[in-house]
């Protein structure tokens, strides 16, 4: 299991600090009437193994493995990820398949590569959040 802490912020980096510095409503400006906002992925905290999942989470990893073990994919590990926004006590759950190509790179461990070469990051967690490669399609 692994927690992911998720929060919608304002783009702006002004706008942002206004609001959390309640420059808002004292008389200065008014808040925008509409606010561009980012989704922001603060932290990913794998959760002990000594924790059980509830019953209908559990039920729910169940289906997914069987799904996969009927196609095939037999070691083919799924995890269960909370997603949780501001220590809200729900959570939107996702059983999520770990691809092979993703278990090989993250089992090399090799530095992150900028696309013209010129520089490189470690395998950290910090840096896999941030990294695009991430996002692309493995096989």
Known sequence: MARVDVCLQPSDINVFHRMYTGWYGKGREAEPEQIEGMFQINAVTPQPASLTPR???LLNWSRVRESLCAD????TPVIIVEFI???YEGANTLMLPISPGA??????KEPFVSASGD???PMTPATCLES???LAPMT
């Open 55 to 57: 019953p209908h989470r």
């Open 72 to 75: 095939g994919q037999t070691s």
């Open 85 to 87: 926004s501001n220590n």
């Open 103 to 108: 278990l090989v790179i993250a089992k090399k």
């Open 119 to 121: 520089s490189s990051d």
């Open 132 to 134: 695009e490669f991430l």
